[in-house]
C-alpha cells in the first residue's frame, strides 16, 4: 500500500520543518485538500496552492490534489501548472453523465484523474466511470475537515468496490481518505485499498519515517 499524506493539518509556520521530515520519511505522495467554501464549509485554497507551488519547487514526490470543489474546471485551472500525479474531483458535484466525461476529459489533458464519493454516495454510482479513470477516491469520513473518525461502514464500499474492479478485470486504484491510523489500517488494506490518505495521525506522530514504515507494514 502507498501514502499519500494528508498536509491539510499543517500549520503555516512550521510547514518547512514538516515538509523536510516527510522527505526524509518517504511518503509516496502529498495530498492536497483543496476546498471551496463551497461544497464544503471550509475554504483552504489560498494555503493549499501555496504549499503546492512550494512543494513542487523543492520536491520530486509526487502531488494527489484532491478537489472537494463545485466549480472542478476552475481549480483544475489553478493547481494544474503545479503537476501534479493525479487530480480528484467529487461525483457529487456534477450533474450528469456528459458533465462527468467531460470533466474527466479536461484533467486528462493535465494528469491521472480520480473520482471521489462521499460516506453518503453508493459505490455503484461509479461504476460507469470505472474504465475511463485512474483512481476512486472513497471519503471514509464526511469531507470537510481533518481529525476525524473513520466511519466503519465505508469498509464495506470499499470491498464492493474492490470485487466489482477485480470481476471486469480493471485496473482502477482504490484510494481511501478520512480517519485513517496505525489501528485500521490492516483493515484497509484487506478490503483492497490501494492508497492510504493519513492526516492527522501522522503529522502529529514523533517519527514519520517509524509510522510511514509501519503503516506499510501493517498493510502486507
Known sequence: MEISTSILSVKEEESAHTFYRLELAHTDYYHIDVMDGEFVENNTTERMKMYSDHLKNITNIPLDI??????????????????????????????????????????????????????????????EYLPFIHTVLVMTVEPGKGGQALIPGTIEKIKQLKKYITENNLDTEIEADGGINLDNIKELSQAGVDIAVVGTSLIKAKDYKYTINKLKELSD
Not at 75 to 86: A, K, T
Not at 88 to 113: C, D, G, R
Open 66 to 127: 484532491h478537489l472537494m470543489v463545485k466549480d472542478v474546471k476552475k481549480y483544475v485551472d489553478i493547481f494544474s501548472p503545479n503537476e501534479p500525479r493525479c487530480i480528484t474531483f467529487h461525483l457529487e458535484v456534477v450533474k450528469n453523465k456528459e458533465e462527468v466525461m467531460e470533466l474527466i476529459n479536461y484533467i486528462k489533458q493535465f494528469s491521472k484523474v480520480g473520482i471521489s464519493i462521499k460516506p453518503g454516495t453508493k459505490v455503484e454510482d461509479v461504476y
